[in-house]
């Protein structure tokens, strides 16, 4: 039988603010950056489009404080008009097929390489979500700002890297969560740390799929990239504004 390529993962409170999420599978090949990956979309589920999301900061629901969101002057890389808004219109003309159970998630997530958050923080959605997607899949990565929410669930660490956006605040993730694993943005003139690594799509044009690496907890390097995308030149902007405990 031919696997299933999408599918609505979850629909329910958002575990960053307490509103309606949804977060949606979709099988892609067509990101040179990544790969073939099952991408995952975490969306609010209020029926308005994530660009006009970003600009109301109803956004917070799937992206919690994370200092990269356009609303707030951020260096976002994701195109809103793209890729979300492309989900986002046919979870409105009602294309996807609920995959909320454990086999259905499994099923999507099996013999894939799935990519958690391709827009949205993963800690939006309960742990066991992720956990039935990837209980089959070939291999994950996976992001997260939102270390110091009052509720996040720290299993997540098993599954995504913490994101910093300074050298102050990787200093402070490793000594916070010394089991968990670090994903920096570097600026311009911002050098690697002893224990980072820089992406390999930047210094081996590896996709994510092919490396792999930045799956959370484990042995592995702590991993640094330089900013990019369209807003790049806000990174720079801001780094003074952010708190150097921000996480």
């Known amino acids: 039988m031919k696997q299933v390529k999408s599918g609505i993962i979850y629909r329910g409170p958002s575990l960053l603010d307490g509103r309606p999420i949804v977060a949606v599978a979709v099988f892609s090949a067509s990101n040179a950056k990544t790969g073939a990956m099952l991408q995952t ?3 609010p589920d209020n029926g308005v489009s994530p660009l006009d999301n970003a600009k109301s900061l109803a956004d917070a629901s799937v992206c919690g404080a994370c200092p990269h969101r356009r609303g707030l002057g951020g260096a976002c890389y994701v195109m809103l008009h793209q890729g979300p808004r ?3 219109s046919a979870l409105m003309g009602d294309k996807y097929a609920d995959a909320t159970q454990y086999k ?3 099923e999507l997530g099996r013999g894939r390489m799935v990519r958690l958050g391709t ?3 993963p800690a939006a959605v309960p742990y066991a979500v992720w956990s039935a997607l990837l209980a089959e899949a070939s291999g994950h990565t996976g992001y997260t700002h939102q270390s110091r929410h009052p509720s996040f669930d720290r299993r997540m660490l098993d599954l ?3 994101s910093v956006d300074t ?3 990787y200093k402070l993730a490793k000594k916070r969560h010394p089991e968990a694993r670090t994903f920096r943005v570097m600026g ?3 050098t690697l740390q002893a224990g980072e690594i820089e992406c390999s799509n930047a210094t081996w044009a590896l996709t994510c799929a092919e490396c792999g690496i ?3 907890a484990g042995s592995g390097a702590d991993v640094a990239i330089r900013v990019h995308g369209s807003l790049a030149g806000r990174f720079e902007a801001k780094l003074g504004k952010l708190a150097v405990t921000q996480l």
Do not use: H
């Open 104 to 106: 259905l998630r499994a």
């Open 86 to 88: 492309a989900v986002w």
């Open 160 to 162: 995504c890297m913490v």
């Open 41 to 43: 979309y975490i969306l």
């Open 119 to 121: 827009y949205g923080d």
């Open 188 to 190: 311009a003139n911002d």
């Open 214 to 216: 930045c799956d959370g």
């Open 167 to 169: 050298e102050g605040q």
